[in-house]
């Protein structure tokens, strides 16, 4: 399955060259807002996207103004991919796929009345496609933080049924005083940058963006893309707790091993395997329970010579789009033949695992590969978990 053209709409910008060079100068889009913000009683530190620069990019684009900002990013993203891949969005083989966390929950009434049906994730969906004039009914995969690795694998299948020639899959969430709230409740949020694999983390970053990958099956429609493919996926679930992953990797262990028969050998007399692996983009929140489960379950799949990075130091972390977000900028890294740094990380953090000792090869600047695969990893509430192998 070829990605054909793609969105990003975040903290670092509205396309996706604007948001791959930030991250290649190491800026970063997350900043301090005062207590007040969002009406929340506590500082905190995120990347919001400009709102206004939303609505004046939105305006170009249609001259509706009775959407939600949720729905105008989207329609936006999806609109800016598709100026570059010029498929038919109203075709009846177009299938929508939509990964949201939280949707339009902003807008329940807390007052005991039936709320919008604006806040119902089915709503949003058909918005989208009837925006787009498709004809089919958009899926909706709303699956925790893997929401957007789950989204490509659905349009993997779809495509694979011969039902489709392409599929749109967009992400999207922004924050609001019921998400941070949460977050603040766990005491999972950094009062600093965050630092993914870090040592001396202490938390998270959250953020808001929208991101967009159109998707075609085999060669179908593919243009200038360099080759790069999603050649395999994995869900796995190790049904731990509610809100902590399981301490050694269980559930992202058994994804990772899923995906690796999937790396085919160069030639017969090729290296091994994992040896065609240029990085694993991890999901590192840098939280301290997250990354070490992390680290974990790349040990025990034997990936822990593999350069690892994370990007929520960038745009911290999207919840639904952070799936998709972070696929395009891996997908872009490996075209250009990089290997993006982890922005904040300094020191390991040595793992005991049968009485011996590992660290990962976490990038602290970025650096050049000619390898030709990478893997993305996402964890998630409900002790979810999902890899995705692309190659180039």
Not at 164 to 192: C, N, R
Request: proline share 3%; with cysteine; hydrophobic share 40%.
């Amino acid at each position: 399955m070829y990605n054909i053209a793609n969105n990003i709409i975040s903290s670092l910008g509205f396309t996706t060259d604007e948001n791959f060079n930030a991250v290649k100068q190491g800026l970063s889009g997350i900043k301090y807002y005062e207590a007040g913000v969002f009406d929340l009683p506590e500082p905190f530190m995120a990347a919001l996207i400009d709102k206004e620069r939303l609505n004046e990019a939105f305006a170009k684009t249609s001259s509706k103004t009775n959407y939600t900002t949720l729905e105008k990013a989207s329609i936006l993203s999806i609109f800016t991919a598709n100026e570059e891949a010029n498929i038919d969005l109203s075709s009846e083989k177009t299938i929508f796929i939509i990964s949201t966390t939280k949707g339009n929950i902003d807008l329940l009434n807390t007052q005991y009345s039936i709320p919008n049906t604006q806040i119902y994730l089915w709503h949003t969906a058909e918005l989208l496609t009837n925006f787009f004039k498709n004809p089919n009914s958009p899926i909706v995969i709303s699956n925790a933080c893997i929401s957007g690795a789950a989204a490509q694998i659905v349009a993997m299948r779809e495509l694979k049924s011969g039902c489709y020639d392409h599929a749109v899959v967009v992400g999207v969430d922004f924050l609001s005083k019921f998400i941070i709230s949460g977050f603040q409740s766990f005491k999972a949020l950094s009062p600093e940058l965050c630092r993914p694999f870090d040592k001396n983390r202490c938390g998270l970053n959250l953020g808001e963006g929208v991101a967009t990958i159109i998707y075609a099956e085999g060669d179908k429609g593919v243009k200038d893309i360099k080759g790069v493919r999603l050649l395999a996926g994995a869900v796995r679930n190790d049904a731990t707790h509610i809100s902590a992953p399981s301490r050694t990797g269980e559930g992202s262990n058994r994804a990772l091993k899923s995906i690796l028969q999937y790396i085919q050998p160069l030639t017969s007399n090729s290296s091994p395997l994992t040896s065609q692996i240029a990085f694993i983009n991890a999901h590192g929140t840098a939280t301290p329970y997250n990354d070490a489960m992390e680290m974990n379950a790349i040990v025990r799949a034997g990936l822990e010579h593999i350069p690892v990075n994370s990007l929520k130091s960038y745009f911290g972390h999207t919840l639904g789009a952070a799936g998709l977000l972070e696929t395009i900028i891996s997908m872009r890294a490996l075209n250009e033949g990089l290997i993006l740094k982890t922005l904040g990380f300094e020191e390991n953090e040595p793992i005991t695992m049968n009485e011996e000792q590992f660290t990962l090869h976490i990038c602290k600047e970025n650096r050049v590969t000619d390898k030709r695969c990478f893997i993305k990893m996402m964890s998630g509430f409900g002790g979810v978990n999902a890899t995705l192998l692309f190659e180039q």
